[in-house]
C-alpha cells in the first residue's frame, strides 16, 4: 500500500513538472517572437491593411563642393490599390527633393563661400500624407558672420503628389490664434515659453496665412505633424536659437481641421 501510495505521488510530480516546461516554453516563445508584430506607422486599428497605401522610407544626400550637404527621404516599396507605382515614386520624391534643396535659393547671391549642413527627420507617415522637418546650420564665410541654426519643413500629400501648406489644412482664424496666444501650443523648449508673446495678432496671422515658405520676405513660420498633433517652427534671435517649435495635440485642434480635406482620411477620428 505504501510502495502505491509513492508511485502516485511520483507520477503526480512529474506531471506538474511538465506543465511547468510546457508554460515556460510558451512564455519564451511569446517574448522572442517578433513576427507579425511589425506595424506601420499608418496602419489604423480597425482596418484592412490590404487596402492601404505602404512605403518605406530611405535617405539620400545632395553634396556640392564638399561643403554644401543636404540630406533629405525618399520614399521606396510602395505598394497599394489602383497605384501606378513608378509614376508616384518618381513624382513624390522628386518633389520631397526639390523642397529639401529649396534653401539654396536664398543663398544664391551669396558674396562669399557657402557652408550649409541640412539633417532630416521625418515626424509623421501615413497613407496620406509625409511630414518632413529639416534642420542644420548655414554659413556665409564674411568678417562677423556666424553659423545661422536652419529649420524648415515640408508636408507632402501622397494622393495629389503635391506641397500642402497650413492654411491648406487648418483654417487659421481667430480661435487658431487664441491657441497660440492663450499657451494651449507648448514649447519644445523652456527658453521658448514666452516666445509667442512677442508677436501681435495680426502678425501671427499674417505670418501663418504665408506659413511653409523659405522665400517669402521677413519672419516665417512652418509647420508639421507628428504621431499625436501639430508642429509649428517659427524664427526667434539668435541668441535664441534662431527657430523656436511648439506643439499642440490633436484633440485640442477639433473644429479647426479642414476635416473635409483627404490628408485626414482616416487619420482623424470625428
Known amino acids: 500500500m505504501q510502495k502505491t501510495g509513492f508511485v502516485i505521488i511520483l507520477l503526480f510530480t512529474l506531471i506538474m513538472l511538465s506543465s511547468c516546461d510546457i508554460d515556460n516554453d510558451v512564455s519564451s516563445v511569446d517574448k522572442n517572437d517578433t513576427s507579425g508584430s511589425e506595424v506601420s506607422l499608418n496602419k489604423k486599428k480597425g482596418t484592412n491593411n490590404e487596402t492601404n497605401l505602404t512605403y518605406d522610407i530611405v535617405q539620400e544626400s545632395y553634396i ?28 513624390i520624391n522628386q518633389l520631397i527633393k526639390d523642397e529639401a534643396l529649396t534653401i539654396l535659393n536664398l543663398y544664391s547671391h551669396a558674396d562669399g563661400p557657402l557652408t550649409i549642413e541640412i539633417n532630416n527627420k521625418v515626424t509623421w507617415k501615413s497613407e496620406n500624407l509625409i511630414s518632413i522637418q529639416y534642420f542644420g546650420v548655414s554659413y556665409v564665410d564674411l568678417p562677423a558672420a556666424y553659423p545661422i ?54 502678425d501671427l496671422m499674417k505670418m501663418l496665412g504665408n506659413a511653409d515658405s523659405l522665400e517669402i520676405e521677413g519672419k516665417k513660420i512652418f509647420s508639421y505633424f507628428t504621431d499625436k498633433g501639430l508642429g509649428i517652427s517659427v524664427n526667434v534671435i539668435h541668441a ?22 483627404e490628408v485626414w482620411k482616416n487619420d482623424v477620428e470625428n
Open 64 to 91: 556640392e563642393n564638399k561643403e554644401i550637404k543636404i540630406k533629405y527621404p525618399q520614399i521606396a516599396n510602395l505598394s497599394g490599390p489602383d497605384v501606378n507605382i513608378n509614376d508616384k515614386v518618381k513624382n
Open 149 to 202: 541654426n536652419v529649420f524648415y519643413t515640408s508636408n507632402i500629400n501622397i494622393a495629389t503628389e503635391k506641397k500642402e501648406r497650413l492654411n491648406d489644412i487648418i483654417v487659421i482664424d481667430k480661435k487658431f490664434i487664441n491657441k497660440l496666444k492663450n499657451g494651449e501650443f507648448k514649447a519644445l523648449k523652456p527658453e521658448h515659453d514666452n516666445v509667442l508673446d512677442s508677436f501681435s495678432e495680426e
Open 240 to 261: 535664441l536659437g534662431d527657430h523656436a517649435e511648439f506643439e499642440i495635440n490633436i484633440q485640442d485642434l477639433r473644429g479647426i481641421l479642414k476635416k473635409d480635406h
